[in-house]
């Protein structure tokens, strides 16, 4: 199901009904706004995200590799894949080796109504014996004041696919935003998935390699968004494999292929 079909869902679903809401929705809705704009023609749009950048350089390795570096490398390798395969659409949050706040890659995703979002890492860790490639969404269970704070905003529909909402009540546009961000959530668990399967036989890959976390990168609340870790730092044959552009490119084009397979899902 198209992430912009859950506003249509939410329509129909009894908990509003019984919640007294679907009346304000449905007149919002059918009254004064037509259907969600969709987007038809264009390929899917990613924007992968490169970690880190200028006086932030992230992890540093056991012989100096930088994760800033890494990261735009590889994003870039990643891009170049899937652009030459002429399916996607790509988009990166940074070209240069340029800071860059978690919010503002964040906002970059959903203000050019990504299908995709990839935020592209190499950590450390304290056991030099931790290596390998490994997934992560947000966590169901962390804090999120970055979805709190945008859902209680008056402009609640500028993060609402398609849907003017401001005539709702606030109540209803809490719910649609819980909706979408749900929906965002379930939709990056079953791309992480695809793509931890698609990489697993050609890479290394982490222990329990499907993770979630509390990444306040991933707080898109209209996109589904996804962490890569692509091996770390503090490993020997990681950072050899992840400093060699060789390598690297191999693990930039097996990612892309990955994240290719794992759009339609
Ligand atoms: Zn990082």
Same mark, same amino acid.
């Given at each position: ?49 490169? @970690?880190? @950048? /200028? ?10 590799? $930088? ?25 990166? *949050? ?8 978690? =919010?503002?890659?964040?906002? &970059? ?14 950590? =450390? ?8 490639? =490994?997934? $992560? ?21 500028? $993060? ?28 990056? &668990? ?21 993770? =979630? ?28 494999? &992840? *400093?060699?552009? *060789? ?13 290719? /397979?794992?759009?339609?899902?």
């Amino acid at each position: 199901m198209k992430r912009r079909d859950v506003l249509k869902l939410a329509l129909g679903l009894p908990f509003l009904l019984s919640a007294g809401s679907a009346d304000v929705l449905a007149a919002a809705l059918a009254e004064k706004h037509p259907k969600p704009k969709l987007k038809p023609g264009l390929p899917p749009l990613i924007v992968l995200d490169p @970690g880190h @950048g /200028g006086h932030d350089p992230g992890a540093i390795g056991l012989r100096g590799g $930088y994760e800033k570096h890494i990261t735009l490398d590889i994003a870039q390798n990643i891009a170049n894949r899937l652009a030459a395969g002429g399916r996607h659409r790509v988009l990166l *949050t940074r070209s240069r080796d340029v800071f860059l706040a978690l =919010s503002a890659r964040a906002k &970059l995703a959903h203000d050019k109504q990504a299908d995709l979002f990839i935020s592209i890492h190499a950590d =450390s860790a304290p056991n030099g014996e931790a290596r390998g490639i =490994s997934a $992560y969404t947000l966590s169901e269970t962390a804090s999120d004041k970055f979805a709190a704070a945008i859902a209680t905003r008056e402009n609640a529909s500028d $993060y609402l696919t398609g849907v003017d909402v401001a005539a709702a009540d606030k109540e209803v546009a809490a719910i649609l935003f819980d909706l979408t961000r749900r929906h965002s959530l379930n939709a990056a &668990l079953a791309k992480k998935a695809r793509i931890v399967s698609l990489i697993g036989s050609n890479l290394t890959l982490l222990e329990n390699p499907k993770r =979630s976390a509390n990444f306040a990168v991933l707080k898109v609340p209209d996109v589904p968004s996804i962490l890569i870790e692509t091996g770390f730092l503090s490993n020997t044959h990681d950072e050899a494999l &992840l *400093t060699n552009p *060789t390598a690297r490119k191999r693990i930039a084009v097996t990612l892309a292929d990955a994240i290719a /397979g794992a759009i339609t899902v």
